[in-house]
């Protein structure tokens, strides 16, 4: 079954409708409305992240408190926020290789990926990823040799899940800035290696 | 959803491997997004809109897009907590060009306790709680059949894992006080059989659904 629908007009008028009854009942201000919107078309998305795992490349003690609190040390780099208040942050190694779902809506580490791309909340996303993940990564390109561990990680309560990705081979002598777009909102949700 | 057959592919739009892509793809979806927030921090509504989207009739849940599902879900939410009716919804959405689009005034103060909220740095949420499990135990999902919101996925249930960490405490969505949060790995055979493919599942469980 498709996520599409055909009832998006419909609603498209309902929230307009709602929308125009709180502000006419003095009940909301639009700014306030439109200063939500703005944080994640403008300020919060996954460069947040980027820049996190960048930083856990380059600097050694970093990463340690990364591993440690996520959310104290995203918080140093002035992240966090509404659904990161206890960050976990996961790391790939050789041998591992971690991948995050929420199988129950859309649970996601805003303060450092920002809102959820369409796909991770398809059912065809929550539904399989916690079932057959190598078959899922497949579909995205990522194919893992048997001496990979696959680790699913359903963020079903209150903390959320951000992938470190491995350090991409020849990438030694780049600085920190330079890393910043190697990363992918992929790699973080580790749909991707 | 965990486990559900006949959904088919991933599907993933090429532009979504972007890292400045855009978050909302029609006016509305960001509209429902911030009046959810928004009626959040106004204290127009009950709680949190998952319970009112979990009641969702499931084929039209089904049949929802995401954000169709959350506009449902904060309607439901504000008819519940009194700041609108249903009827007063319909009348308007049959002639939305009736009634104003936008307010004069503003609201600065909240603007700025919202940008706080959501973009800013916080500390690392959950309390110290009695735990009635240590890590490295094996703990057995309950059998249980929930009418409401709760965050024990159905294809958990019965399973035996170990715990690998305590979280911390948060209170469960139907509570008030701080509760037992465990990191539970389950070998994915416990999970799906015998042919289930080799790896780890790892979820988070509050300490009333293990035993």
Redesign the interface.
């Known amino acids: 079954m498709s996520d599409d629908h055909g009832d998006d007009q419909s609603i498209a008028q309902r929230v307009t409708a709602i929308e125009s009854l709180l502000v006419e009942k003095g009940l909301i201000t639009s700014d306030v409305v439109d200063a939500v919107v703005e944080t994640y078309e403008r300020d919060v998305g996954p460069l947040n992240g980027a820049k996190v795992v960048a930083r856990a490349w380059v600097d050694g003690a970093f990463r340690e408190r990364l591993l440690d609190d996520g959310t104290q040390a995203i918080g140093e780099l002035g992240f966090g926020g509404a659904e990161g208040e206890h960050l976990v942050v996961l790391e790939n190694t050789p041998d591992v290789h971690n991948v995050v779902v929420c199988t129950l809506c859309s649970c996601y580490p805003w303060p450092v990926l920002g809102l959820p791309p369409r796909w991770y909340k398809s059912f065809a996303y929550r539904s399989r990823m916690v079932r057959e993940p190598r078959a899922v990564l497949a579909e995205f390109g990522t194919t893992l040799g048997d001496d990979v561990e696959v680790r699913v990680w359903d963020s079903s309560a209150d903390v959320r899940y951000m992938v470190l990705p491995l350090r991409p081979g020849g990438a030694d002598g780049l600085a920190e800035d330079e890393l910043v777009p190697l990363v992918t909102r992929d790699h973080m949700i580790g749909v991707v290696r | 959803?965990?486990?559900?057959?006949?959904?088919?592919?991933?599907?993933?739009?090429p532009s979504?491997?972007a890292?400045?892509?855009?978050?909302?793809?029609?006016?509305?979806e960001?509209?429902?997004?911030?009046?959810v927030?928004?009626?959040s921090?106004?204290g127009?509504r009950t709680g949190s809109t998952?319970p009112a989207?979990e009641r969702i009739e499931p084929a039209t849940y089904?049949?929802?897009?995401?954000?169709?599902r959350w506009?449902?879900g904060?309607?439901a939410a504000?008819v519940a907590g009194g700041?609108?009716t249903s009827a007063?919804?319909d009348l308007?959405?049959a002639m939305?060009e009736a009634?104003?689009?936008?307010?004069r005034?503003?609201?600065?103060e909240?603007?700025a306790a919202?940008?706080?909220?959501?973009?800013?740095?916080?500390?690392?949420?959950?309390e110290e709680v009695a735990a009635a499990f240590d890590v490295g135990d094996r703990v057995t999902v309950r059998r249980m059949a929930p009418d409401g919101h709760h965050?024990?996925?159905r294809?958990v249930r019965g399973a035996t894992g170990t715990i690998e960490r305590i979280?911390?405490g948060?209170p469960h969505p139907d509570a008030d006080t701080p509760e037992a949060?465990y990191?539970v790995r389950f070998d994915m055979r416990d999970?799906?059989g015998d042919d289930?493919?080799?790896?780890?599942?790892?979820?988070?469980?509050?300490e009333r659904y293990l035993s």
């Not at chain 2, 009634?99 to 307010?103: D, I, K, W």
């Not at chain 2, 005034?105 to 600065?108: G, I, K, L, N």
């Open positions: 959803m965990g486990g559900m057959h006949g959904f088919g592919p991933v599907v993933r739009d979504e491997r890292l400045d892509e855009q978050p909302f793809h029609e006016p509305w960001a509209r429902t997004f911030g009046l927030v928004a009626t921090a106004k127009l998952r989207i089904l049949a929802s897009s995401y954000y169709a506009a449902r904060v309607e504000l700041s609108l007063e919804i308007r959405a939305v009634g104003p689009t936008r307010s005034s503003t609201d600065r909240l603007v919202i940008a706080a909220f959501l973009d800013g740095p916080t500390r690392t949420s959950g965050r024990c996925p294809y979280n911390g948060w949060v990191r999970l799906w289930a493919e080799p790896g780890s599942l790892y979820i988070d469980l509050w």
